[in-house]
């Protein structure tokens, strides 16, 4: 069998057996063991190769950033920073046409760039925003999706727990990476808005309920908006934490890890300052930063044994020798990439498939001439369009269970996100074409 029709039928039967539900890293490790033992004939070689991927899959210090950011994350969303930044943003863009789903990607944009997690972000703003808009008369299925879009935010905006993943799998500098993001992540914000605010001027119906809207904005008229003091005191702590984090990073002041660890220690301040952490809320905290972070670690170790058998077969170079042959160049090679992991969104979580196709794409793509950073960047933009493709789209099924209302269907969702696919489509062309979008800065 030759490199090529093993590595075909390695990859399959992965695909498969998490179809089936198996958990990813007993996946990855199974296949990973069983590939090894194949191509080498020897199963004490398989092993010994787990036991290195065991020990060094995290030794290193980097590895630290995955607790430290997930605990950063959570405290800022035990302490109520969200619903602030969602207040202060709804306040200022009340005026503007689509302007609850504005502030909505206002405040996401804000919140991703201390949380790094996409689930964190649809799950706060379901509850903060959804109803918020539609008490002021958007369509609820219009409101869901914008939760559901904008949180995507969360993974490309630095810090990013996928870029995390495909810095370690790849290689490559964590801090570069998210550096690498600031660009993309803010042009696909200023995409959403645009999106956003271009429906709600042509399209209107598809972002208002017409019979309740003019008596949501005659009820809006008799609120009045937040005072510059009460603004500032909603906004002190993102802003401090978004300041000192990317900041930091950015200045080269703080390494990714310091940076993490920094960043935690004040969400902590924050939260112990609003009395944020009683009724059990620290222990939850802790616990689940816990779960959170073994359950990545567990999976890096098993990516990188994954790695390494497709490493011992020679199946990347096979692929990137197909590649070649074929004349697809790398923007060829880059479409049918990108089209396969849209397809491995609908039915993978983004971790899972950045598990699966890093290791065999990142050799390929260096073969073809790609900047690793660059590339790791239109990765994480596609892995993330995954999050709001159907049958799968964890994030709008996040969005479901947390809004836990009947009249509102999956579907619904999914109809409601499909706009900001569109704006991420189209960000993602752009970072390929003008690779100074994702480089300019690192």
């Not at 498969?16 to 063991?33: P, S």
């Not at 920073?81 to 206002?106: H, I, N, W, Y």
């Not at 799950?123 to 869901?144: D, I, K, L, S």
């Not at 269970?401 to 409601?416: H, K, M, Q, R, Y």
Request: aromatic share 8%; proline share 4%; glycine share 10%.
């Amino acid at each position: 069998m030759s490199d090529l029709s093993l590595g075909a039928l390695l990859i399959g039967a992965l695909v498969v057996l998490v179809l089936l539900g198996i958990h990813i890293a007993v996946a990855l490790i199974g296949i990973g063991f069983i590939g090894i033992w194949l191509v080498r004939e020897d199963v004490q070689m398989a092993m010994r190769l787990l036991y290195l991927s065991a020990y060094n899959g995290v030794a290193d210090y980097i590895f630290a950033t995955i607790p430290l950011f997930v605990l950063m994350g959570l405290l800022v969303s035990v302490s109520n920073v969200g619903k602030d930044t969602f207040d202060v943003a709804e306040s200022l863009l009340r005026r503007l046409r689509g302007g609850l789903g504005v502030a909505t990607v206002a405040a996401n944009t804000v919140f991703a760039a201390v949380t790094g997690v996409s689930i964190a972000s649809a799950a706060v703003f379901t509850r903060v925003a959804v109803p918020e808009m539609v008490r002021h008369g958007y369509r609820t299925a219009f409101a869901a999706g914008t939760v559901a879009g904008s949180s995507v935010l969360g993974m490309m905006i630095p810090p990013s727990l996928l870029m995390i993943i495909y810095g370690v799998l790849a290689e490559q500098s964590i801090g570069t990476l998210f550096i690498a993001g600031i660009i993309p992540g803010f042009l696909l914000a200023a995409m959403f808005v645009v999106t956003i605010v271009a429906l709600a001027t042509f399209r209107p119906q598809l972002v208002y309920d017409l019979r309740r809207r003019e008596a949501a904005d005659m009820q809006r008229r008799l609120v009045p908006a937040l005072g510059s003091g009460e603004i500032a005191r909603k906004l002190v702590p993102i802003v401090a934490l978004v300041v000192l984090v990317l900041g930091g990073l950015y200045t080269g002041f703080f390494t990714p890890t310091e940076a993490g660890g920094i960043g935690a220690f004040c969400a902590l301040l924050v939260a112990l300052a609003r009395r944020s952490l009683g009724e059990g809320r620290m222990w939850r905290v802790l616990h689940e930063t816990g779960s959170v972070s073994v359950t990545i670690l567990i999976l890096l170790i098993a990516a990188g044994f994954y790695s390494r058998m497709m490493s011992v077969a020679g199946i990347p170079e096979a692929i990137s020798a197909l590649v070649q042959d074929a004349g697809l160049g790398p923007y060829g090679f880059l479409a049918i990439y990108v089209v396969i992991l849209l397809f491995l969104g609908m039915i993978l979580d983004s971790s899972s498939i950045l598990l699966i196709m890093t290791p065999v794409a990142v050799p390929i793509a260096t073969d073809l001439g790609f900047n690793l950073i660059q590339f790791g960047v239109l990765t994480v933009l596609a892995v993330e369009m995954g999050l709001l493709t159907p049958p799968f789209g964890i994030s709008v099924f996040t969005v479901k269970s947390t809004l836990n209302d009947p009249a509102v269907s999956v579907e619904s969702i999914f109809a409601g996100s499909l706009p900001y696919v569109a704006a991420m489509l189209l960000v993602l062309v752009l970072v390929a074409l003008f690779p100074a979008l994702s480089l300019a800065l690192v």
